[in-house]
Structure formats: structure tokens, C-alpha cells
């Protein structure tokens, strides 16, 4: 009796076991439609890209764009249908989507189309051995420094005089093309304090995402900068500009290289004789994502130098990618006509210009830290993960 009873229980097991393997074995029930993407790329030369789609009913394309030809716009079953897209000139991606559906509407599917038209990125990679090849010669002369008025591309109410104008004469001078590198930095310092700084407050930045050999330098001091600017002119056979002993930096007057006065930071940025009195450094706020890395298109981090567009001296990330230290300690400025001026003999902050990766246009779009005048005050002896440098040269100096 109990053998029979487990040969019943045996057989109400298998039973139920091959029931659920028929179940799961059941074919989808009524009609089906898939495509093998969601997404298809052309570059900007144009081509022919293939949608294959596998359906087991009848179903149609709804497309309303003009950068691609949809060659089958019905069609019943699994069937592979081809899309022309066109040759983009306009200089920037188009993107739009198609929708493939059954004709009783039961399902449908976007996909979406992007035609690449924007320009690949430049990738700079700097000489290092004839790095003055990237010296720009700016040439002297008269500018009136900060703003009597609201510039040119600025109409909110922010766009205040940020300092009180003065005229400026400067002599002629020489400044980098880009800003200093992370791979300049290593091979004259020996140093890596883009990895060693400390990490973003930008939610989602890691300090692995600041190594980039073509990324500006960030997390350097102004002393630090200055202590690179002397090495950099002994590696040259340059006599240094600097007296540096410990802390204490005097200006020694070599023909080496140093960081750029504030006013000649400012000449340049606005582009000294050739300049268009425009509000950023060689544009107006309409075309800041051609010549600016900015908080909004930025991708949350520093990016390498040279990619956007230059300004009327053909400087690269005047406004934009990392603040810049000058050489100037901080102060108000007066009214009064000032020829090189320096900035005070001593103080307790430096300055920096030119804006950052984290400055955003803000509600009214009017990028207000991207402004050539917008000066910030700051704490010389601390590096960020915004701020960085340029070194310029004195023309005069033998």
C-alpha cells in the first residue's frame, strides 16, 4: 500500500512539472512588433542605415523628418527597411524620431534618428619643447579697464560697471596661447595636484575625472605658479622673473616667465588693439558654447585647452574652462589713470579672471561671470578645481 501511494505522489509530481514546461513554452499570444534598435547614428557625410523590424502584423512608419528618407513606410511581417539620410552642412546635429506601429495601434515603437553635422572637437597637444611658439605678442596700448557701461551682449540688470573704469597704458607683452596643462605641470614640476588636490563639490565628479594630460592644471597655488613659471624659465636658459625664498616672492625682473598682470589679463581677454568691445573674451553671450566651456555644456568637469573658438588675439579659454590667477594681489580699484600698473605692493588675497566651468547662464542667460571685467578675490595659498593659470613674458626685459 505505500509503495503505491508514493508511485501516485511520483506522478502527480512529473505531471505538474511537464504542465508548467508547456505552459512556459507557449508562444506570445496575439500581435507582436519589435525593432533591433532604439537609436541610429549617420555621420554628417550621410549614408544608408538599416531598421530591421520583426513583427506578425501588418504596420506602419510615421516619419515627419527632413534629414532622412524612409524607403518602405508599410509593410507586413519581420522585414529590414532601409533609411537615406542626407549630407549635413549645417554645422551641428540633427536629431529627430520615427515611429513604427501596428495598424490597429495595439503597439508602436520610437526610434530615434541623429545625423551628426557638429564639428569634431580639436585636440590641442602642445610642443613642449618650443613652447614659446605659443607666445602671443600683444602689442601696447591704451584700454579703459572694467566697464563704464553694460557691454555689448548684456541687458539685465546685473550688468553694472563691476569696478571702477580707469585708463590703462600698458607696454607690450607676451602671453600663452592656452592655459598651463597637466602634462606641461608634470614634466617641469614633477608634481600631479590635479590628483592630488581633493575632490569636486560638483555631485557626481570624481577626482579620477580631472586627469586629462590636455586639461588645464587645477589645485596649484599662486605660489606654486609662480615657483613653475621660474622652473620653466631655467629649463629654457631664461633668466627667472622671481625671487623666491620660502613663501616671500620678489619680482626680480628676468626675461623668464610669469603670470600676467590683471590689467594685462584684462587687455588681452578683450583682445588689446584688435578688440570688438565685446562683453566675453572675443564674443558676444549669444556664442558662448563656440568659445566657452561653461556649467551647461561643460559635461560636469574641466575639458582639455584649445577646443573652443580663440579670441581676437587668438587666445584660447579666456572666458571659461578655469579661472586664471594674475599676479596682482586684490584691491579696489580707483579712478585714477594708471601706466603697468602692478597692483599693491602686499595684501591678503589674489585675483582671478576669466570664469569657470561651474558658471552657468543663469535664468535671465545672461552667463554674468563669463564678463571680461568680473574679477573674484581668493585665498592665494589654496588650490581649487577651478582655478588655474597662464604665464606671460615681458618684452622689454633682456
Sequence with gaps: MKNLFNFFVCFLAVATISSCSKDEEKPEVGNTLKTNTLKIECEKTGGIKTLSITSNSDWIITSSLDFVAVKTMS???????????????TGKDMTGKIKVALKDNSKNVEVTLTLKGAEEPIK????????EKYMVDVEGGVFTMSSEEAQAGIEDEDAKPFQTPHEVTLKSFKICQYEVTQEIWKRVMK?????????SPMEGTTIKDF???GAPVIFVT??????????LSIEKELTPYYTIAGSEVTIAGGNGFRLPTEAEWEYAAKGGKKTQGLAMAGFSVEEIDDYAWTGDNCGGNINSVGEKK???????????????????????FSADAQVDPKGPATGEEGVMRGASWYGKGG??????PFRIDVRLSMDRTVGDDDRGFRFAQSVEAK
Aim: proline residues 1%; glycine residues 10%.
Design 211 to 213: 586627469t586629462s594630460k
Design 363 to 368: 535664468d535671465e542667460g545672461t552667463y554674468f
Design 222 to 231: 599662486w605660489l606654486e605658479c609662480v615657483q613653475f613659471c621660474n622652473a
Design 310 to 332: 580663440a579670441n581676437e588675439l587668438n587666445l584660447y579659454d579666456m572666458s571659461g574652462n578655469v579661472w586664471e590667477q594674475v599676479s596682482d594681489f586684490y584691491a579696489e
Design 124 to 131: 590641442v597637444v602642445v610642443d613642449y619643447a618650443n613652447l
Design 75 to 89: 509593410g507586413s511581417g519581420d522585414k529590414d527597411v532601409s533609411l537615406g539620410f542626407i549630407q549635413n552642412t
Design 191 to 199: 608634481t600631479t595636484p590635479y590628483v592630488d588636490g581633493g575632490t
